[in-house]
């Protein structure tokens, strides 16, 4: 553990606040206190209760197949995802109930019920198959938060076909990377979307990925803002043209367990992103008793928001798969939060009278930076449970989050999880854990989680290690898609028998789990996952650029903010007039605007070690103005001061 970490773990070591659960909230509890013994005592059994309350075509014969690393549960099951997230709740008479209330951010708004949800769902999926889509096709998602997004999903689970979502702030390079990686032949998309008060085109981006993917034969484009559009004649197709003009009903079949649901790209600490994949059965499980169990969901009653993005594992495990199949009614916000005014959020809950909130810690910061009295002026009383995700939450974010938007009547739910593990993993269970500000608190029910040091041994309370998981669980990854070998070596290899996550994590006197951020090269930027090498390889993509090392150093709202530095062919004097905002740009071009650094410091040299490895670490303290300790092994330690005094200088700054 680092010098940072180690002062994490100190101040955090001080909190001693507790907040025990509403007792009128812990009386109607979905999970009441038995829980985490009965599924200790039989953790397949106590799995394969929470598949049950599935619909199932075909039962399983074996809950768990385990051959380290490949996991099959529920092995020889059946079922249909679309089905059981729309029409079960249809055919239970829950047809009238609102699936989604959506929110467009120009204030266009639509609800839409489970029997029109269904119809829906049908007819998308009637024209895909119109269109050829078949089963294992894969279908690749460049959408806005548009109800037709989660529309396209559902009808590709339906049609057994995986989609592969790609977030709509994403390039057209990024989009290319992750459609040729999967070979998806299918492209789902839009004209644009609105984002801060204005359309946002995706399409071009579209247009300009599939110039080099030509095993994508078809196009289908959802019309939102009315933009202009180039049109490629027999491969784009409208999708009101094709889709209005479907059936209503389509028959459904049902697909293994193991079928492939979703692959979901993420950062890695490599250049190159990873295709995790979901299958049907266990994902669904996993997201489904997750949902019902932490945000203690009563499908009658409550409102629930996630707002975050689908194009993210957040939105497709807490706004379309969890919440669907617990017949749940979500409310769906297209925009950003201080559009057209930063009470926006507040308006919504009011409006719709939300119940749960889920959100990011980034966010929460965002909200008390803009002040107490935003949330003041508006009635949060519908609210009576609130979720964090993403990052780990500042324990004074935690009671700004409880006192001003909970009331402080509302439990909080810290949950970690990540892409590969599909669901939530730890977290507090709102009827039973007395919370403290900050704590993720315990591994789920049927979970296993330990902190380890370097050899994989459980450090003791009071300590800090590594975060494993110890067994697999119905929603864990598959596999990293077309790379067994990459899947084995990033997860499994480091702590024999274990699941590493990627993440530093405390254990306090009471054995209560509190995290710590990543420990490898992946940075989290307002909760979004950005590796180091990937904006590194994106820099040095630019024919001015010889070498770049990126960090991610503290920001107090981000978490994370992206630090580069930069040498450029000739040196910086004859960059060739090479300006920061230039590499800046390219490197939205490259990734995304997502991945755009901060700050870029063009600098002659960069600090190497004597065998020619960059020393991230010092750049890191020099990022953050730190004590830069012992320089002993660097190959010319004076490197460093220069690069600090022009960092002191602003040389190269760009904010
Ligand atoms: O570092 C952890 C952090 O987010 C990483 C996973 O990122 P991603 O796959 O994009 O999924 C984000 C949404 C599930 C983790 O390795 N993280 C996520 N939740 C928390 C967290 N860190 C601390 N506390 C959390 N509650």
Known sequence: MGDETQQALSALLHERRRFGPPEELAARANAQPGIYDEAA????????AQAAQLQWDEPWSEVLSWHLPDARWFVGGKLNVAVNCVDRHVAAGHGDRVAFHWEGEPGDRLTISYAELQRLVCKAANALTELGVREDDKVAIYMPMIPETVVAMLACARLGAPHVVVFGGFSAESLRGRILDCEATTVITADGGFRRGAASALKPAVDEALEQCPAVSRVLVVRRTGQATGWTEGRDHWWHEVVNRQPETHQARSFDAEHVLYIMYTSGTTAKPKGIFHTSGGYLTHVTATHRLIFDIKPENDVFWTAADIGWVTGH???????????????????????????????????????????????????????????GRHDLSSLRLLGSVGEPINPEAWMWYRAHIGGDRCPIVDTWWQTETGGVMISPLPGITATKPGAAMRPFPGVEAEVVDNEGKAVGNGEGGYLVLSSPWPGMLRGIWGDPARFAETYWSRFPGSYFAGDGAKKDEDGDLWLLGRVDDVMNVSGHRISTTEVEHALVDHPAVAEAAVVGASDPTTVQAIVAFVTVKGGVDESGGVGVEELREHVAAVIGPIAKPRQILLTPELPKTRSGKIMRRLLRDVAENRDLGDVTTLLDPTVVNAIRERMGAGAGEDD
């Open 41 to 48: 005592a039989d953790r397949l059994g106590w799995w394969a």
């Open 317 to 375: 495990s807490y706004i379309v798969y969890g919440p669907l199949a617990n017949g749940t009614t979500s409310v769906i916000y297209e925009g950003t939060p201080d559009t057209p005014t930063r009470e926006r959020w507040w308006e919504i809950i009011e409006r719709y009278q939300v119940t749960i909130l889920y959100t990011a810690p980034t966010t929460i910061r965002t909200f008390m930076k803009w002040g107490d009295d935003l949330p």
